[in-house]
């Protein structure tokens, strides 16, 4: 089960002018399903998963239905004192005359009490061993689903969590890196293993899950990593095409004249300091049923900011590169949505702008008109985001949409407000609000709900147009750029994810690298996939 290449038509090249960024490297991991006994897996690498044992003649693997003759070398590592089945604990046996080369014994005992044995705790451990094998250049690893494991999360699930892990942990951004023997180190084939066949249907079904998922977050990575001197608008725009196409999507792309004749003032506004020209793309994907809900996702897509003449510190501008993320995230939902084939009638909506500060650049107090009238004071050039979003949520009410959702690296507050614990999440609707929470926590993007009051609208009254860009006094930042955005809802259930803070991250966990972390896929397709609403007929 190869990965899906979403270049496959047209593979953008990197030996162009401007090292075009591959989303796809045709060397991608090879994931199979093999339905065979443990004993007789050939593997360079069998993963066993084992709990704090009660006793070391209890030994039991947590992945295992049956007793193996491997258990036999554990319960010497327990006995011996040498394994004590805690969090993140990996211990390497060497086998001698069997089918496989390695036994990776793995901890998943809980560091806290108060620690959930959830998927995204599974997840982790099962990226652990991911680094484990890439740190002795293992190039294959083989994962047992049986026993306890199925028992816990069901067989399509499991079968997902353990390809999502494997596929998140297995990757690295090496487009702009000259290829080494350390940095090339990756696994190379995943075998998904299982006992009994009658379990096969679900486990491939939900490897095949687990593989778009992952293959699609992985991607958005690559995106969000690269610089912005390769990803203007424009490219950005190109590869949207690109990817589109592959996963049979519609991808209607605007100009600068198209924008202009829609009546986009205020992302026009954004994009006029800058050399590199605006673009509005439209994802869309035919309703596979008459009666199925319209969702449209909309993200921001700031491939560059600066500030405009606002500008930023050093310091703040070297992750605005960044500020793209929601409109990649968007992207790969919606190709990954469309791979899965999901009934819904789905649009996907990227203003995609670099904010730049130049002699042709907004300047603080111009007045600017969206596309369904309404005038906005722009009293901040460096809150710019929600500007272009705006455009884009009024113009999401031509779809008659059951619900929209955006989601945007739209404030810096959310630093302050969560942290990197959670994305900020805000709501016109409480069912809506619920539906995203349950996705949240099925992919293990953890959201919180913040509030959107009254008082935040009112002090961004303008004396001199509709709306401004910003509050007039300080503090509640993100609810404040949320409650301008909401003003620009019409007619429809709408939430906003801010995940200024979840978007990128600055250090590196077995699951999640520096940089570029596709926060955001995972929970949309989710939400989307789990979409039980349906039109009236």
């Known amino acids: 089960m190869k990965q899906f290449n979403p270049l496959s038509l047209t593979r953008?090249?990197?030996?162009?002018?401007t090292q075009l960024i591959a989303l796809q490297q045709e060397d991608?991991?090879?994931?199979?399903?093999?339905?065979?006994?443990?004993?007789?897996?050939?593997?360079?690498?069998?993963?066993?998963?084992?709990?704090?044992p009660a006793a070391p003649e209890k030994i039991a693997a947590f992945n295992l239905s049956q007793p193996t003759s491997y258990l036999s070398k554990v319960t010497t590592l327990v006995q011996r004192g040498d394994f004590h089945g805690k969090a993140r604990e990996l211990r390497w046996l060497y086998l001698e005359d069997a089918p496989a080369q390695r036994l990776l014994v793995a901890g998943i005992g809980r560091d806290r009490e108060d620690e959930n044995f959830d998927g995204a705790f599974l997840q982790r451990v099962l990226a652990n061993t991911v680094a484990a094998c890439r740190k002795l250049g293992i190039k294959e690893l083989c994962i047992p689903l049986a026993g306890p494991l199925l028992d816990q999360f069901g067989c399509a699930n499991a079968a997902r969590l353990v390809t999502e892990a494997v596929l998140l942990a297995n990757y690295r951004f090496m487009q702009y890196k000259t290829p080494t023997d350390?940095?090339?180190?990756?696994?190379?084939?995943?075998?998904?293993l299982l006992e009994d066949s009658k379990h096969e249907a679900a486990v491939r079904s939900g490897a095949h899950i687990g593989e778009v998922l992952g293959t699609w977050t992985c991607r958005t990575r690559d995106l969000q990593n690269t610089p912005p001197n390769e990803l203007s608008p424009a490219r950005f725009a190109e590869v949207a095409q690109e990817c589109a196409r592959a996963a049979k999507l519609s991808c209607e792309v605007w100009d600068e004249h198209k924008i202009r004749e829609n009546g986009m003032g205020a992302l026009l506004g954004v994009a006029q300091g800058s050399l590199q020209p605006p673009r509005f793309v439209i994802l869309e994907n035919a309703a596979r049923a008459a009666n199925q809900s319209t969702l449209v996702l909309v993200g921001k897509g700031v491939t560059f900011d600066s500030g405009g003449l606002a500008i930023k510190p050093l310091e703040s501008m070297l992750d605005m590169k960044y500020d793209m993320s929601g409109a990649a995230v968007v992207l790969s939902?919606?190709?990954?949505?469309?791979?899965?084939?999901?009934?819904?009638?789905?649009?996907?909506?990227?203003?995609?702008?670099?904010?730049?500060?130049s002699g042709t650049a907004q300047?603080?107090?111009?007045?600017?008109?969206?596309?369904?009238?309404?005038?906005?004071?722009?009293?901040?050039?460096?809150?710019?985001?929600?500007l272009i979003l705006a455009e884009s949520l009024a113009y999401a009410s031509r779809f008659q949409p059951e619900a929209v959702i955006d989601i945007a690296t739209l404030t810096g507050a959310m630093f302050y407000v969560l942290g990197d614990a959670a994305a900020g999440l805000f709501a016109n609707d409480a069912a809506l609000a619920s539906r995203i929470k349950s996705a949240a926590q099925h992919t293990g993007e953890r959201v919180w709900e913040l509030p959107l009051y009254p008082e935040f609208s009112q002090q961004l009254e303008s004396e001199i147009a509709d709306i401004r860009n910003v509050a007039s006094k300080r503090g509640a930042g993100a609810s404040k750029g949320a409650a301008f955005l909401a003003s620009f809802v019409a007619g429809y259930k709408w939430a906003h994810l801010d995940i200024a803070a979840m978007a990128s991250s600055t250090k590196q966990t077995a699951l999640v690298p520096k940089g570029g972390t596709g926060w955001g896929v995972?929970?949309?397709?989710?939400?989307?996939?789990?979409?039980?609403?349906?039109?009236a007929s």
């Open 522 to 535: 995972r929970l949309l397709v989710e939400l989307c996939l789990n979409w039980k609403e349906t039109k």
């Open 12 to 17: 953008l090249a990197r030996t162009t002018a």
């Open 333 to 357: 939902a919606m190709c990954a949505l469309a791979q899965l084939e999901s009934p819904l009638h789905l649009v996907g909506l990227l203003p995609l702008v670099e904010n730049m500060p």
């Open 182 to 192: 350390k940095n090339n180190s990756v696994l190379q084939t995943l075998t998904v």
């Open 28 to 52: 991608g991991m090879e994931i199979t399903v093999s339905c065979n006994s443990v004993e007789t897996q050939k593997t360079s690498a069998l993963v066993l998963l084992f709990a704090p």
């Open 363 to 386: 300047r603080p107090g111009d007045v600017v008109r969206a596309c369904n009238g309404k005038t906005i004071e722009v009293a901040d050039t460096d809150a710019e985001g929600r």
